[in-house]
């Protein structure tokens, strides 16, 4: 139950995928939380894809803690479906396009290594497919895949905490956020044991924690519809941009990365570079872009989550730089969170957010 000194254990800044999994987090405790946030349509979590692959990048290495976080995401997400009564979890193998000879040697080297040879399956030589692909080098197939429909199920949990009474639609400003001496915070009348910040890009902007590197990425990421006369695979296909088929012949497609603007205005060039590379690995002739959607990421600069207390507020709390890989991690890492708040147990070292303040101490 909240502690009777406090209106709310918590009051959670947004609504994104951190905000939306550390709320159900304190739910699942028993804990009393209330929401704020406008939405936001340029948010990354309304424009991602949600993909979960166990093996990322050019090297094939599998994802940080994956033997960890890989389990506890998807029993996440089949409670929250049955919670909400909506589907938005798909398992989804991804097949793997090699692009380069180098990428063919990481593969092999993969399937000799204790973690990586669990989520890499079937092997096919060059021209499985041709009517689909252009693989020279062949492709592979990575296990225990899937993706996560971050719209679907942000809007479920949305209109959930709404029909709670536990969401109130407008942007926070800062300067109505009161410390008390008890070591609690006031907002709008209503008293909270801690606030977490759960801002996504624009947490840069936040006074407690601009000490924060950020390096925020927009990306974009376009809806297709195939008119090739072509059975799409039930599969996400990949080499290094990626094809996400999900309703008969509709895909996602992305994603670039830019810089310089970050805002959710969709661009030709980043249309023209999807669709460009898309081609290089795919036999695919009439593919007409039917949606265009552009966001901004929350990347840290050192690439790793940010999470845990103020070393001088502690009632203030950051959780934050989800990244691209944030629906494999996010339940585990807002599980993390939780437990070092309610329960004081420490948080993975490289998460914590002090190591962005020095001499200074995350209480």
Not at 30 to 46: F, H, N, R, Y
Not at 230 to 251: F, H, Q, S, T
């Amino acid at each position: 139950m909240t502690t009777d000194k406090y209106d709310f254990d918590a009051l959670i800044v947004g609504l994104g995928l951190a905000g939306c999994l550390i709320s159900w987090q304190y739910l699942c405790q028993g804990k009393k939380v209330l929401t704020v946030e406008p939405g936001d349509p340029g948010a990354a979590s309304q424009v991602a894809p949600g993909v979960i692959n166990p093996v990322a990048g050019k090297r094939l290495k599998p994802s940080w803690r994956v033997t960890e976080q890989l389990p506890f995401a998807i029993e996440t997400y089949r409670t929250l479906e049955q919670e909400l009564g909506v589907e938005f979890y798909h398992e989804k193998p991804i097949v793997r396009i090699i692009k380069d000879a180098q990428q063919q040697t990481f593969l092999q080297k993969r399937r000799e290594d204790p973690v990586a040879k669990n989520f890499i399956g079937e092997e096919h030589e060059p021209g499985w497919r041709p009517e689909l692909f252009r693989d020279p080098l062949g492709s592979f197939v990575a296990k225990s895949s899937g993706h996560l429909d971050i719209p679907v199920f942000s809007s479920s949990y949305r209109q959930y905490l709404e029909e709670k009474g536990l969401l109130i639609k407008e942007a926070l400003d800062y300067e109505d956020i009161q410390l008390t001496e008890d070591g609690g915070v006031i907002w709008k009348e209503k008293s909270f044991k801690c606030i977490i910040f759960c801002e996504g890009w624009k947490g840069s902007k936040n006074p407690w924690f601009n000490k924060v590197a950020f390096k925020p990425a927009k990306g974009e990421m376009l809806t297709i519809e195939v008119e090739d006369d072509v059975d799409l695979p039930n599969a996400i296909i990949n080499r290094g941009k990626w094809l996400l088929p999900y309703e008969g012949k509709k895909c996602l497609a992305g994603a670039s990365y830019s810089w310089k603007p970050l805002d959710s205005i969709p661009t030709e060039k980043a249309e023209s570079q999807i669709l460009g590379m898309l081609s290089e690995f795919l036999n695919l002739k009439h593919l007409k872009v039917i949606d265009h959607k552009a966001g901004v990421r929350p990347i840290v600069r050192d690439y790793r989550p940010a999470m845990g207390r103020h070393p001088v507020y502690p009632q203030l709390v950051f959780f934050n730089g989800l990244g691209s890989k944030g629906v494999l991690s996010g339940p585990w890492l807002s599980n993390c969170l939780a437990r070092h708040l309610l329960e004081d147990v420490p948080l993975p070292k490289e998460t914590q957010v002090n190591r962005f303040f020095k001499n200074k101490k995350n209480k």
